[in-house]
Nanobody, 118 residues
Framework: QVRVVESGGGLVQPGGSLNLSCAAV????????MGWHRQAPGKQRELVAA???????NYAPSVKGRFAISGDSATNTVFLQMNSLKPEDTAVYYC????????????WGQGTQVTVSS
């Protein structure tokens, strides 16, 4: 059983910052990477940022230079520092786990709402 828990969402003004946290707890899983995805109303879910256990990161072009992902593979935690937030960043943000032997993300959190509005 694997549980993925996110925290840190909220309401912020344009140009502001938020930090999201995620922890994966449980047994019988081997993390290959952890990623943050988001889904805005009426849009498909998209990968925002991901980090492998080796520390390799990748970002969606829309957030590169504004968001930073970091993590601790020993504790299966991951963080997303979001700066210079824009209204178009408004979405539900989901943390997910991809096991090293899988191509897709297997375990998902319930999501945390991020709203960027004045």
């Amino acid at each position: 059983q694997v549980r993925v828990v996110e925290s840190g969402g909220g309401l912020v003004q344009p140009g502001g910052s938020l930090n999201l946290s995620c922890a994966a707890v449980g047994s019988s899983f081997s993390v290959g990477s952890m990623g943050w995805h988001r889904q805005a109303p009426g849009k498909q879910r998209e990968l925002v940022a991901a980090i492998t256990t080796a520390g390799i990161t990748n970002y969606a072009p829309s957030v590169k230079g504004r968001f930073a992902i970091s993590g601790d593979s020993a504790t299966n935690t991951v963080f997303l520092q979001m700066n210079s937030l824009k209204p178009e960043d408004t979405a539900v943000y989901y943390c997910a786990i991809r096991q090293w032997f899988r191509a897709s993300y297997d375990y998902w959190g319930q999501g945390t709402q991020v709203t960027v509005s004045s």
